[in-house]
């Protein structure tokens, strides 16, 4: 025992020293490295030690509905950024968990015109990304981080909506898949994926990105995953069984120590339900249960959960529940949320372009 807590301390003062990209890395070494890197305490020591900040990207639309109020939320412990430097008029998109955004802005030459941008707020960098097929309208998009060793390697995945197809006379519902990638510089449109007719995606939830794989709650309570190293789409279960996922209201997915996670409302006694996936795609966790009197105090019908480096967070309808210290904080209702954490460190986010 004295042996464990002295090599967990020796190993505690290693990570709380190293970059934010070694430490994503050991995060993926093993489950005893996972855990601990997500340990309060080192978290805390981590962020005194090196020039980390974390917290939430807040977006509201201003009283121009083509302007949007840009606010830095920053977890405990953090520093805090200005967003001022970003355009009245930028919409951001998607983040990752290296701390870079994507977001979309009008272009000013050409009316009804819109520009694609990549962006490291903490370091102020901005570069204008090449336009995938705008007149096709967006869905779902995402931006992970492939790679980082030696240089920064992301993509950015892009759905937008098509038209029905029927094929062995099937109708299926279909959206265009395009992917940015850093290496090249360009957009690749991928064949189109293909659901269902009576399955489409869950537009008003989030987007939740881990460990290079984006994840996407279908309307049927199936998810939808993509692999940016393989480029493939795939779909699995959550672990609301079919026959009963009508029982449950406000269903969503969420990340939890870097784990895909999936919560729900009964309708039936009003209780919350959260669940974390192993490392098998087939295996669910039950982790944590909301009873009714807890949920009842929230009174609130929309739900997103972000896992924020140092507490888990749950915003609901404007609403912060840490639910490990059970502290409870109001916020507007009418922002939109983005984890976000980074170092201060410039990076080059045109790999590949050429000049």
């Known amino acids: 025992m004295e042996f464990k807590l002295c090599d967990d301390m020796v190993k505690t003062e290693i990570?709380?020293?190293?970059?934010?990209?070694?430490?994503?890395?050991?995060?993926c070494i093993s489950k005893e490295f996972q855990k601990l890197t997500y340990e309060p305490y080192l978290l805390d020591l981590y962020k005194q030690r090196n020039d980390i900040v974390s917290g939430f990207l807040m977006q509201k639309c201003g009283l121009e509905c083509s302007e949007y109020i840009h606010k830095f939320a920053p977890s405990r412990g953090s520093k805090s950024i200005d967003l001022g430097f970003l355009p009245r008029n930028a919409r951001i998109l998607a983040s990752s968990e290296q701390g870079i955004i994507v977001f979309q802005s009008p272009y000013t030459r050409f009316s009804g015109s819109i520009s694609y941008y990549v962006c490291k707020p903490a370091t102020k960098q901005i570069v204008p990304l090449p336009n995938p097929r705008t007149r096709y309208t967006t869905e779902k998009i995402a931006i992970?981080?492939?790679?980082?060793?030696?240089?920064?390697?992301?993509?950015?995945?892009?759905?937008?909506s098509s038209n029905s197809v029927k094929r062995r006379g099937e109708f299926y519902r279909t959206y265009r898949c395009e992917i940015f990638d850093s290496t090249t510089w360009v957009w690749k449109l991928m064949d189109l994926?293909?659901?269902?007719s009576s399955v489409s995606l869950d537009v008003s939830r989030p987007v939740i990105t881990t460990r290079g794989s984006i994840?996407?709650?279908?309307?049927?309570?199936?998810?939808?995953k993509f692999d940016s190293y393989s480029e493939k789409w795939s779909t699995f279960s959550s672990p609301i069984q079919d026959r009963d996922y009508e029982l449950y209201t406000s269903r969503q997915l969420v990340k939890h120590d870097g784990r895909l996670g999936y919560f729900c409302k009964s309708?039936?006694?009003?209780?919350?339900e959260f669940w974390v996936l192993g490392t098998d795609v087939e295996s669910w966790e039950k982790i944590y249960v909301f009873n009714k009197e807890e949920s009842e105090d929230i009174n609130a019908r929309k739900l997103e959960l972000f896992d924020d480096p140092n507490a888990r967070v749950m915003i609901w309808t404007g609403v912060f529940l840490f639910y490990k210290e059970k502290t409870i904080v109001s916020n507007s209702s009418d922002d939109q949320m983005f984890?976000?954490?980074?170092d201060f460190e410039p990076i080059n986010l045109k790999l590949g372009k050429q000049e």
């Not at 994926?193 to 269902?196: G, N, T």
């Not at 309708?267 to 919350?272: L, W």
């Open 15 to 27: 990570l709380s020293r190293t970059s934010l990209k070694t430490l994503d890395v050991m995060r």
């Open 144 to 160: 992970v981080v492939v790679g980082s060793n030696p240089v920064l390697h992301y993509k950015i995945v892009r759905l937008s």
């Open 193 to 196: 994926l293909m659901l269902p």
């Open 215 to 224: 994840y996407m709650l279908l309307l049927n309570n199936d998810i939808l």
């Open 267 to 272: 309708s039936i006694n009003g209780g919350c």
């Open 339 to 342: 984890i976000y954490r980074s």
